[in-house]
């Protein structure tokens, strides 16, 4: 089930948007935080994402104008990574369309009380996961 709701939520996306669900998961990141940037290594733990991988996947956001890198003060060698104003613009269209398919492939399916259920398993796996780190 996840890897083919994973697949269709992508697909959706890509079609939608233009943006693969990697795209949109840094992009809600960015979005989350009320100076709308990070560090790489603050991203790379939110997404649980290696940090080669971040760093490839954010050069090409970058190229396509969604991020942008900043300098750090603080850290010579460390960068910020930024919300573009085409990021943001980018997100703003592309998230109704992403709510409403996972809303209509998960949600709208389930009754009250399976949603409560869903959301104790949730729970319950993640306070396991979060111990076992």
């Known amino acids: 089930m996840h890897a083919r709701l994973t697949a269709r939520l992508h697909r959706d996306l890509q079609a939608d948007s233009g943006l693969s669900l990697s795209d ?7 979005t989350d ?3 709308e940037r990070a560090r790489v290594l603050e991203l790379a733990q939110a997404l649980q994402w290696e940090k080669s991988r971040l760093s490839h996947h954010l050069a090409r956001m970058e190229r396509r104008g969604l991020v942008e ?3 750090c003060p603080d850290d ?3 960068a910020f990574i930024a919300l573009t104003a085409q990021g943001r613009r980018t997100i703003e269209q592309a998230a109704p369309q992403h709510v409403n398919t996972v809303r209509d ?3 709208d399916q389930l009754t009250a009380e399976q949603v409560d259920t869903l959301l ?5 796996v993640q306070a396991r996961l ?4």
């Open 24 to 30: 949109f998961d840094v992009l809600v990141q960015l």
């Open 33 to 35: 935080r009320d100076d």
């Open 69 to 71: 890198r900043q300098e």
């Open 76 to 78: 010579a060698r460390g």
């Open 105 to 107: 492939l998960v949600f």
């Open 120 to 124: 104790a398993i949730s729970t319950q």
């Open 130 to 133: 979060d111990d076992t780190q």
